[in-house]
């Protein structure tokens, strides 16, 4: 898992701005990045803000908060839904950033990572000029 979680680093990491990189550690945005991405899986979701879900709601994001809530508890005795999000919106340490890549299912990770993955549309083209 290590592996997978340095190559989903790599790949955020690629996406940040120079300004971007100096404010926050790169793990600290995989997981802003990764609570955005899940939370809009939701096409109803658009324009908000990711938030603590109901205990009542069934959505992929509410499960896998959920599921964080657990894990997180089997290291800090004090999760609770609050700290959980904090933790989700400012991240205080790469630990956390481990408890929710661990957390995550795979194939939600492997959807991640293709969306951080550049597009063949953005990739250079260095023969381009030689077709015509």
Known sequence: MVCLYGTTLDLVEKK?????????????????????YIYH?????AGTAPRIPSAKE???YAQWF???I????KTFDDATPKRV????ENTPAE???LIVFEATES??????????SPSVADMPLPFCNTIY
């Open 16 to 36: 940040l701005t120079v300004n971007e990189k100096k404010e926050y550690p790169v793990w600290s945005w995989f997981v802003f990045q990764l609570t955005d």
């Open 41 to 45: 899986l939701d096409p109803e979701r």
């Open 58 to 60: 069934d959505t992929i």
């Open 66 to 68: 959920h599921k964080l």
């Open 70 to 73: 657990m894990k997180m508890k």
């Open 85 to 88: 999000f904090r933790c989700l």
């Open 95 to 97: 630990e956390i950033a």
């Open 107 to 116: 194939k939600l990770l492997n959807e991640f990572r293709e969306n951080l």
